[in-house]
């Protein structure tokens, strides 16, 4: 009798437009993966039937996501709150279980083999735990997230899945963790840290673009020319002076040795070589120190193939595309793992530029929605774990659409609930169902 | 606390909209305003095939097909396809072992990857097309492949019709504006270069949709780019086929050429050269091999001499020393020269075979005799001619007749390489004498024939044309008409059927000439040779030529009254003309005009080609090079018994290198010293480990 009052009270609660919004992005996606494999004279039923195709097992993912979702729907809210924190120690222990259990597929270490051709990525999972663990944590009453205390906690629980994934070579997932100081900015975090971030990728860029002296004397120029502007300040307090020079030569041996430093030995060498082939430049990779371990390798060609395929595959669709499977480019199979972190170069080849700006706007329109869903919540708990999931959503549109479009390196992380994948899609389900499951109580004052 | 951030939410959006505004730019960018990307996409995966036609079929005056195509069958392989095949069956089937098998199949992947079809054996025979069709499905992979190749049924002909060949980039450097492609073929010789656009028809182009291997994946759009292919239109000459053939049985042990031209329009009945080659060898999978060994024989079977052999014509020149003369009115049939078996008028004497008084009383009379003296005096008088101011201005209007009759000038058959021969200009002479110092006693010899005066055979039956027809020829040719002619194929054809009137003789006189050349087959030097049932008219000739014996000329027209059939030829270095070229002539006339040969010119066909007249500086030639090759060959038997010797005793004695090319069979006796697995070649072991790796990429 509860539980049915309880389901009726959540289904008029519910937020249709995301869910209408979430199933018309899973058809898609499986559209998509259909168009992917297409071939003429392909017997559809039969391999619908059959489950061997990707499109056919990505449809029996969604029918598991709609029960898993109805699972979330009709559990209680209060269920989160009170497991977040054991979630997200679950989720660590599982990470730090990959180094033992773990397979080695695709060469990252961090599978966990469950039996059945079917293996589990906890940094994927930790994603939901790690976004109700931090509402967990910021929605305490004792938190006060102005403090540099609170703020170094609330990122250090983000961290935490980030380093052990790097430890695990899943460099594109440990990125999506970063998504979360988008969050943090939303609860204060100081608007500094935002401008700093925003200020060294800007440097990053420019050292990669620009010869290291042209951009030396560039810098040189823009502190020579503030300490100009501010010759009067200057005068009345010496102490500026010294911040501007600080930050010059902060700046300069960004540009001189860290980053520099940061391709050489932090990241491999086929990494490196993305970045640079990104904005046009060849990486040298005798330079690379993990290059130089594995002699037995050859040195690597400039690796753009995928993203110059990639390129001309949305490139020819143009204004109107080609129309649903009449793609060249992906009938032909041109753009690698076009089912997964490319699924987006079909849909601009298919429907072109209209197709593609549409599509956008559906994102878009979720995005929006969630933030306007985030902000209407009494809870600090639920806000936050919104916030979380719209950055990880948009983290994760923005970095797979660049990749394909040539505005970012090419970093394996799919596009939410259209690529190809099971725990990906059963991720995202979970994470926009559970905020769909707190918002239908958003009356309550969740802790 | 939530108010207290909230402005933070709308600088939250603000990011959001930048950050897809900035994705929506790059895409108006990639997708609107970038049109390379719709070239490198065709480019990618757009595959153009060309689709050939058959080529036209060339057919002779009877509507025999004598140049068609046949289907032959290449075997194809695609070699990933054929993991898991019974090899050693497979490699029976051919006839092949299994190392052989393997080595193929490498070839194949390195030519054109694992999977796409290679050729694994080109042309197969007949027999192995029918082993292999029936068995063919239980091997996965392999697939028979038709192929359009040229065939000639009656063996014959093949420096008329020619051959065809892959376009190297000479030829696509000189034609870039005609379509042709790296590997089409294309005319090289004969018919089927003059024609060459006739023949080919009309490419058609199937675009298909490739994958990124190049594997086809079906007719883009649905093929609504695609051009047909129109097949080659046929041509129909004027050839007798079975003319042709006894032309070339009768020269058979010879070296020279025959023509024979219809002379009411030109068309050229039979056109043989020999030595000659069987055409047939020059299609197929030999092509390559024969073709170098007809190119390096000395006797030159390539070589076309109908249209491309430059002989001295000797006394067939003289009925046309007299036409000149008649048409300048130098003379009149009634002219006479008192010979009395030399011409003394220029100081040294020029030998004549007749000493009989009156046997140049009258022009036929010379032409029956075939006076030497009577032309040389009618030559001297033509250039002496007193209406020109000197005798070079003379020789000059003299060489413009031979000019208009079709001599020292290109004629114009549709056939490639065709020479002018000579009729030498007054230039040479000036460099030969010095200076315009010459006269007609210089060069009295060009009257009977011979000095620097040379023809081809075309041309020499040309001259019986003009005088078969009394004053005029159509160009020789020897296609008649195409399929399906359009107004275009007046560049073709047009030419061939325009009149060349070049004397204005009256008939009667004609007659006279006509007469004097009929006197030669009745009592003259063609006296013996007869055209059962036709009179017809002939000349002799022996030209005198600075290679050898004289060459043996014989130019002939037949019947004297309607003439069908005229008919030039040339044995090189054999003697007289009435008797090693004159049977030649007589023989096809009577088989083309009267359809058939008596039981005694059939045995007169077989005893005359058995004869063999080639000279012996060739045949020495051709005995070096067989000795040389008994010689060779000896040697390698001889290596061979040594080292048939050598290896049983010789174990110890252990190569070091190993070469999978050029020893694929041998037997790995020698584990020890090459310890890495040698009957699987080194590539293919890397190529299945490279394909492993791939498919572990990706789980």
Redesign the interface.
């Known amino acids: 009798m509860s539980i049915q009052h309880n389901s009726m009270r959540v289904s008029q609660k519910t937020d249709t437009l995301i869910i209408w919004l979430y199933a018309i992005l899973v058809t898609i996606g499986i559209c998509c993966i259909f168009m992917v494999e297409y071939?003429?004279?392909m017997n559809v039923m039969q391999n619908i039937l059959g489950g061997t195709t990707n499109f056919s097992k990505q449809t029996l993912f969604a029918g598991v996501c709609v029960i898993v979702a109805t699972f979330i729907m009709l559990s209680d809210s209060k269920l989160f709150t009170a497991f977040a924190n054991l979630f997200y120690a679950f989720g660590i222990v599982l990470m730090l279980a990959t180094f033992v259990l773990g397979k080695n597929?695709?060469g990252s270490k961090s599978w966990i083999p469950l039996g059945g051709g079917f293996?589990l990525q906890p940094a994927e999972l930790c994603k939901i735990f790690v976004s109700l663990a931090l509402a967990k944590y910021l929605s305490r009453q004792e938190t006060d997230f102005s403090k540099l205390k609170s703020q170094i906690i609330g990122a250090a629980i983000a961290m935490v899945p980030a380093i052990l994934s790097i430890a695990q070579q899943e460099t594109g997932l440990a990125l999506v963790y970063s998504a979360f100081f988008?969050v943090m900015?939303?609860?204060?975090l100081p608007s500094t840290i935002l401008i700093t971030g925003i200020s060294v990728i800007i440097l990053v860029v420019a050292t990669l673009l620009l010869e290291p002296n042209t951009l030396a004397i560039i810098l040189t120029l823009i502190a020579a020319i503030i300490i100009f502007i501010l010759r009067r300040q200057i005068k009345r307090q010496k102490n500026i002076l010294t911040i501007i020079v600080t930050l010059w030569l902060v700046c300069v041996s960004i540009q001189r040795f860290a980053v520099p430093y940061f391709f050489d030995n932090v990241l491999k060498c086929y990494q490196s070589t993305r970045v640079y082939s990104m904005v046009g430049k060849d990486y040298d990779c005798t330079k690379n120190k993990h290059a130089s371990n594995n002699t037995s390798k050859a040195v690597r060609k400039p690796d753009d193939y995928n993203v110059r395929?990639s390129?001309?595959?949305?490139?020819?669709?143009?204004?109107i595309g080609k129309g649903y499977l009449k793609g060249?480019?992906t009938?032909?199979?041109?753009v690698p793992e076009q089912s997964t972190d490319f699924i987006f170069t079909s849909i601009?080849?298919a429907f072109?530029?209209v197709g593609?700006?549409i599509f956008?706007l559906l994102?878009?329109l979720l995005?929006?929605r969630i933030?306007r869903l985030?902000?209407r919540?009494r809870s600090?708990f639920s806000?936050v774990y919104a916030y979380s999931v719209v950055s990880i959503l948009?983290f994760h549109i923005?970095v797979n659409?660049?990749m394909t479009?040539?505005?970012f390196p090419i970093i394996g992380i799919p596009l939410p609930l259209i690529s190809y994948g099971g725990s990906s899609l059963l991720t995202f389900t979970i994470l926009i169902f559970i905020m769909l499951r707190l918002d239908a109580d958003r009356q309550m004052v969740l802790r | 606390m939530s108010t207290y951030n909230q402005s933070r939410s709308r600088v939250i959006q603000i990011i959001f909209l930048l950050v897809f505004a900035t994705i929506i730019g790059q895409l108006i960018n990639l997708q609107i305003f970038s049109s390379k990307y719709r070239i490198m996409a065709d480019n990618n995966a757009i595959y153009r095939k060309v689709i050939y036609p058959d080529r036209g079929i060339i057919y002779d005056i009877k509507k025999r097909a004598i140049l068609e195509n046949t289907i032959m069958f290449d075997l194809m392989v695609i070699p990933s396809d054929t993991k898991g095949i019974d090899k050693v069956a497979f490699s029976n089937l051919l006839g092949i072992d299994t190392v052989e098998y393997r080595k193929r199949i490498t070839t194949a992947i390195i030519k054109n990857t694992s999977v796409k079809a290679s050729v694994f054996e080109a042309l197969l025979t007949p027999e192995m097309y029918a082993r292999l069709n029936e068995n063919i499905y239980k091997f996965p992979g392999f697939m028979l492949q038709e192929r359009s190749i040229r065939s000639y049924p009656y063996n014959t002909a093949a420096a008329i019709l020619g051959y065809i060949g892959e376009v190297d980039t000479s030829f696509l450097r000189k034609y870039k504006d005609e379509g042709y492609e790296m590997g089409d073929y294309t005319g090289l010789n004969g018919l089927e270069r003059t024609y060459e656009k006739v023949l080919m028809g009309q490419r058609g182009i199937k675009r298909f949709i490739r994958d990124n291997k190049g594997r086809l994946q079906g007719s883009f759009e649905k093929g609504l780019f695609d051009t047909v292919a129109i097949a080659g239109r046929n041509l129909y000459t004027s050839i007798d086929i079975e003319v042709q053939q006894l032309a070339e049985k009768l020269l058979q042990n010879k070296i020279g050429s025959a023509v024979a031209i219809n002379p009411k329009t030109g068309s050229i009945i039979a056109m043989a050269t020999s030595p000659s080659y069987n055409p047939n060898s020059l299609t197929g999978s030999t092509r390559r091999k024969n073709f170098g060994k007809l190119l390096l024989d000395t006797a030159r079977p390539l070589l076309n001499r109908a249209i491309k052999g430059q002989y001295p014509p000797g006394s067939t020149f003289k009925p046309l020393g007299g036409l000149v003369a008649l048409d300048e009115n130098i003379i009149t049939p009634n002219y006479g020269f008192p010979c009395g078996g030399a011409y003394y008028n220029c100081g040294k004497a020029v030998r004549c075979t007749h000493s009989g008084g009156g046997h140049a009383s009258n022009l036929r009379n010379a032409i029956a005799y075939s006076c030497n003296s009577y032309f040389v005096q009618v030559f001297r008088m033509a250039v002496d001619n007193p209406l020109y101011a000197n005798p070079q201005k003379g020789y000059l209007k003299w060489k413009e007749y031979m000019n208009n009759f079709g001599m020292g000038v290109k004629l114009g058959i549709d056939l490639p390489g065709e020479v002018k021969a000579s009729i030498p200009d007054t230039n040479r002479y000036n460099k030969d004498f010095g200076g315009p110092r010459w006269n007609s006693c210089n060069i009295l010899t060009l009257g009977i024939g011979q000095d620097r005066m040379t023809a081809t055979p075309l041309q020499l039956s040309n001259l019986m044309c003009i005088i078969a027809n009394k004053g005029y020829y159509y160009t020789p040719h020897l296609v008649d008409s195409l399929e399906n002619e359009t107004i275009d194929d007046t560049v073709y054809l047009s030419k061939y059927r325009t009149k060349h009137l070049v004397t204005h003789i009256a008939d009667s006189i004609y007659s006279i000439i006509q007469d004097g050349m009929e006197d030669v087959t009745i009592f003259g030097t063609a006296g013996r040779l007869k055209v059962p049932g036709h009179k017809y008219c002939a000349k002799t000739g022996t030209a005198q030529n600075p290679h050898g014996n004289d060459h043996a000329v014989f130019t002939a027209f037949a019947p004297k009254e309607n003439p069908r059939i005229a008919v030039a030829v040339v044995v090189e270095n054999s003697g007289y003309g009435g008797t090693w070229a004159g049977p030649v002539a007589t023989l096809l006339m009577e088989k083309y005009l009267n359809d058939t040969l008596t039981v005694e010119s059939e045995k007169r066909v077989e005893t005359f080609s058995k004869i063999d007249l080639i000279p012996k500086e060739i045949k020495r030639w051709y005995h070096r090079k067989d000795s040389i090759r008994v010689a060779k060959e000896k040697e390698k038997e001889k290596e061979m018994e040594q080292r048939e010797d050598i290896t049983p005793d010789s174990t110890t004695n252990i190569k070091n290198t190993f070469d999978p090319e050029a020893e694929p069979n041998r037997k790995e006796n020698d584990k020890n010293n090459n310890p890495s697995t040698l009957d699987q070649p080194p590539l293919l072991l890397h190529n299945t480990e490279k394909k492993k790796k791939k498919d572990s990429i990706k789980p």
């Open positions: 071939k003429p004279g597929i695709n293996n988008i900015y939303r609860e204060g395929q390129k001309i595959a949305i490139g020819s669709g143009g204004v060249t480019q009938r032909g199979k041109y601009g080849e072109g530029f593609s700006f956008l994102y878009l995005l929006l933030i985030a902000e919540q600090t806000r948009f923005t659409i660049c479009i040539g505005l």
